[in-house]
């Protein structure tokens, strides 16, 4: 690809642009082109959406004097030039982009785009959902595996793989969650899975046999966005989740390793906190990251089976590690919510490796258990646990379509099924209202749980598999919520049921979702799960 450096205008000394263009293909212009420039020696990259005359522009003030590469992201295209530009310090670059048709278009992609371009029911293709959280649907839609090798090798082996495994780093799992399926039942699961991609892959043809069915570019509103992506120091650094402080420091969790992980967002820089193991041998890492009303940082330690909170003002942990039989090979404990501990001094969280609800009492030390789904039968899953006002706790059961309650005072529990079947309510946060709101996963829905009324609500999310993951509101009333499929951040007007799709600029495992309500509009960011990056999303309007 050639290199061109642009030619100058003044603009950018009057204070609106310091690099502009239009994107083309021949002689037409393209909307919501991605185009994303990043400077040589930097690990930040912003990127801009071409609107609908095929105009892009960067603001100034957002890209410094220097050489930059540049990529686009635009399905069915490649950039044919230029690859590099000069920005100046006082006149604006101006580089139009010429695309080309891609060569290989199933390499662009998004998961969303490959369920909907493969033959079979929604059932069949909702079995792939179990796969992205550890790796791209490429992988095995590339693979020549036949349905016995995937029947009695692959699925076996990725069922022994722990959640936070991803091809850089794969951890072996030490025991099998106790409400999941087994025996003849889990062979049944595997089979229908094997059959089905066996029969999708190209394991008995040199290329698939059905045509790609690819989404549609950002228009309108979703163009009217910049991104900042900030590249962390390793492949294997997985931000699940990321969340901004009241000074603007941006922190995460690191999925797969024993780290917390400061980013400053001016510099770029990274600071990571080690984290001791206390289950050594066992797999690292931890997930949801909250913080408590003096600003200290709560997590799961998941399968180190410890509860750990950090003050980021003296730089410290502490600990809570499960005690006794519950301290099994199976537990794991991936939230800690201490959102209301300020109203009786605890902390609520849950362990996926039996389907249980764990309160903390933070001055004795003392852990609870309650097991909402004792002797009930079928698989189920406590994935999140969410504290109203008055620290009673929401859960999530993720295998079913269940929010659950528990009283904090009587630990009553209560369960209310979502109005979807099968909706796998994953993720989510309480509003000022004491209302619940989540992801549905497998129903393609924001959910909304009104805990004063009883009442739900559910709002569809388009494309078709989005697979909402997590759902939090912002000052304005709106929700935000990211797709670990489609690669794109939905904003929900829950009054009009209005939504914009804001498509990043590469293929991102989106996971947990944080809206920092200080600017105006609002800011949104989210890890990169399998990118080891942060991505702030800012909407123009």
Known sequence: MATWLGSTAPSAAQGSVVLAGKVTVGQEALEGVLVSARKSDSSIT????????????????RLEPGQYSLRIRAIGYDLDGPDRVMVASDK????????????????????AEWLASMPGSDAEKGQMLNCVGCHTLARPLNSKYSAEEFLTIVLPRMQGYVNQ?????????????????????????????????????????PSWNFEFKTLPRPTGAATRVIYTEYDLPRETIEPHDVIVDGRGMVWFSSFGEQNLGRLDPKTGDVIEFAIPE?????????????????????????????????????????????????????AQINMASPQSSHVDGKVWAQNNGFAGVHRLDIATGRIETFLPFK??????????????????????????RHIGRIDAKTGEIRLYETPTANSAPRRGSMDAQDRLWFGEYRADRIGMFDTRTGQFREWL?????????????????????????????????????????????????????????????????????????????????
């Open 165 to 205: 495994s991803i091809p850089a780093h794969p951890q072996l799992r030490h025991a099998e969650r106790l409400m999941e399926e087994r025996g003849d039942q889990r062979v049944q699961v595997y089979r229908g899975a094997a059959e089905y991609l066996a029969s999708v892959n190209l394991s008995s043809r």
């Open 92 to 111: 604006a670059t101006m580089a139009g982009l010429a695309l080309r048709p891609a060569k290989d278009i199933a390499s662009q992609l998004t998961n």
């Open 46 to 61: 912003v990127t801009v959406v071409s609107g609908k005359d095929g105009s892009y522009s960067f603001p100034a003030g």
């Open 278 to 330: 206390h289950k050594p041998g066992f797999p690292t890492g931890l997930l949801g990251l909250r913080a408590d009303g003096e600003g200290n940082l709560w997590f799961g330690n998941m399968y180190q089976a410890t509860i750990a909170r950090f003050d980021p003002r003296t730089v410290t942990f502490r600990f809570w590690p499960l005690q006794g039989e519950e301290n099994s090979d199976a």
């Open 461 to 541: 999310v388009e494309p078709k598999w989005s697979a909402p993951y997590d759902v939090t509101t912002d000052k304005n009333g709106e929700a935000w919520t990211g797709s670990m499929l489609t690669d794109r951040v939905t904003r929900l007007n829950p009054a009009t049921g209005e939504a914009i799709n804001y498509l990043l600029p590469r293929s991102t495992n989106i996971r947990r979702v944080f809206v920092d309500n200080s600017t105006t509009p609002v800011t949104f960011w989210v890890g990169s799960n399998h990118g080891a990056s942060i991505v702030k999303v800012e909407p123009l309007e």
């Open 375 to 400: 002797g009930v039968s079928g698989p189920h899953n406590v994935y999140d646990v969410v504290p109203d006002s008055k620290n009673n706790v929401y859960f999530t059961d993720f295998r079913q």
